[in-house]
């Protein structure tokens, strides 16, 4: 089944808003990371976040182990926030399991 | 920032033949990962690779596939024969022991 849960499947917004993305896992986790997928499809790191709180400019990254949980915050919105966001599951060791994604569009 | 690359970013093959994408991973990254991308579907993971031996495979990684390393050089992903269902975007990944992936742009495979 579907180790990785992403929520929303796909989110508008209009620019300035904030938003908040939700990757739920089945199985416990040794570390879990969110990436940004372009819509030409290279795929850029934003947290690398095995517990607890990260920040990096307007992204905040909160991973709950013990929930198997992990959201992302984007605060102010820009349109060139659109794009796809990813999360992935380490479960063991050394091995990632991506979620679907959520699809964000944010308009001006 | 690190940067894996990719070669080449699109490949047209005919179904049956061979075909081989190349990664070249971060130069002191240890763990090397191929995944797999339908267009607007899931990343798929399909191998890792580490001390020039495969660690895990899912059941996309097909008896058609393999995966080496020869000597340092490029991580390599190779399909033979190809079939139409390959036809997909492929993305190598490397690692540290510290865990954080970095993603190649992919290869664009399409297979006619």
Request: aromatic share 12%.
């Amino acid at each position: 089944g579907q180790q990785v849960q992403q929520s929303p499947a796909s989110l508008v917004l209009q620019e300035g808003e904030n938003a908040e993305l939700q990757c739920n896992f089945s199985t416990s986790l040794n570390s879990m990371q969110w990436f940004y997928q372009r819509p030409g499809g290279s795929l850029v790191s934003l947290f690398y976040n095995p517990s607890g709180t990260k920040h990096s400019g307007r992204l905040t990254s909160t991973t709950v182990i013990k929930e198997r949980r992990s959201s992302l915050h984007i605060s102010s919105s820009q349109t060139t926030d659109s794009g796809t966001y990813l999360c992935a599951l380490e479960p063991g060791y050394q091995n990632f399991y991506f979620g679907k994604g959520t699809s964000l569009t944010v308009i001006p | 920032g690190p940067k894996v690359l990719q070669i080449p970013s699109h490949q047209i093959i005919d179904m049956g033949q061979m075909v081989t994408l190349n990664c070249d991973p971060v130069s002191n990254h240890l763990y090397f990962y191929w995944y797999k991308q339908i267009l607007g579907q899931q990343m798929e993971f399909l191998v890792n690779f580490y001390n020039g031996k495969v660690m895990e495979k899912s059941k996309l990684f097909k008896d058609q596939f393999s995966v080496e390393r020869p000597d340092g050089s490029y991580f390599t992903l190779k399909i033979q024969p190809t079939a139409l269902e390959d036809s997909a975007v492929y993305f190598c990944a490397s690692s540290t022991s510290q865990n954080t992936l970095y993603f190649g742009a992919g290869t664009r495979l399409s297979v006619l």
